[in-house]
Nanobody, 115 residues
Framework: VQLVESGGGWVQPGGSLRLSCATS????????LNWARQAPGKGLEWVAG???????YYADSMKGRFTISRDNAKNTVYLQMNSLKSDDTAIYYC??????????WGQGTQVTVSS
């Protein structure tokens, strides 16, 4: 199983970024996937998830600003982030839980929001 995030970078407050997570090694179209993040000096925070059929769900602080989506033909999940704030600065990870005890994480992509 491989999860490879991309799309991070620097953006000013109020800006947007789209993160991608390219995957391989499992049955993508039958799997739910998640995004999580870790801000400097803080613990891991769940951001959003998407079911195999495409329904997304979000942490309360991301609702209305972030949109998770997937492309089953490309085995890729996306996170569109709008109205970014400095508090959104973090390393963003893509995560897969194949079973309750078997999970996989990508290497992460850095998002920095500052003026």
């Amino acid at each position: 199983v491989q999860l490879v995030e991309s799309g991070g970078g620097w953006v000013q407050p109020g800006g947007s970024l789209r993160l991608s997570c390219a995957t391989s090694g499992f049955t993508f179209n039958r799997s739910a996937l998640n995004w999580a993040r870790q801000a400097p000096g803080k613990g891991l925070e769940w951001v959003a998830g998407i079911y195999s059929e495409g329904t997304g769900y979000y942490a309360d602080s991301m609702k209305g600003r972030f949109t998770i989506s997937r492309d089953n033909a490309k085995n890729t999940v996306y996170l569109q982030m709008n109205s970014l704030k400095s508090d959104d600065t973090a390393i963003y990870y893509c995560a897969l839980a194949l079973t309750p005890i078997e999970s996989y994480w990508g290497q992460g992509t850095q998002v920095t929001v500052s003026s």
